[in-house]
Nanobody, 127 residues
Framework: SVRLVEAGGGSVHAGGSLRLSCVAS????????LAWFRQRPGKEREPVVA??????????MWTGSLRGRFTISQDRAENTVYLLMNNLKPDDTAIYYC??????????????????WGQGTQVTISS
């Protein structure tokens, strides 16, 4: 299995920014899809964004309400995907997870497609 390690979480005031990182031990599949999910207090885990590693810009899928405040980038040399979150709101408070799919389901938010998960990083936004 692939090891994924998230980092960059923390506590900031509303309007602030955080950059989360997800470092993968490898991207071993023929096509690798990485997604960020989050679980807000008292709610089910939900998708944030998914992208194809080494894919074109059109191979990125966002949860509509977050696009514009959040951006995603990848450093292929470091096997790292970054999630930059701007203009954070208290409602963004959550544990953020990254996950990797072997791509059998294509670009998807279906959690069942993601076999490898990180441990999560806590993001807390105060008003």
């Amino acid at each position: 299995s692939v090891r994924l390690v998230e980092a960059g979480g923390g506590s900031v005031h509303a309007g602030g920014s955080l950059r989360l990182s997800c470092v993968a031990s490898a991207f071993p599949y023929k096509r690798n899809y990485l997604a960020w999910f989050r679980q807000r207090p008292g709610k089910e885990r939900e998708p944030v964004v998914a992208l194809e590693i080494d894919g074109d810009d059109d191979r990125i899928m966002w949860t509509g309400s977050l696009r514009g405040r959040f951006t995603i980038s990848q450093d292929r040399a470091e096997n790292t995907v970054y999630l930059l979150m701007n203009n954070l709101k208290p409602d963004d408070t959550a544990i953020y997870y990254c996950a990797l799919s072997a791509g059998n389901s294509g670009l998807t938010f279906w959690e069942g497609a993601y076999a490898d998960w990180g441990q999560g990083t806590q993001v807390t936004i105060s008003s």
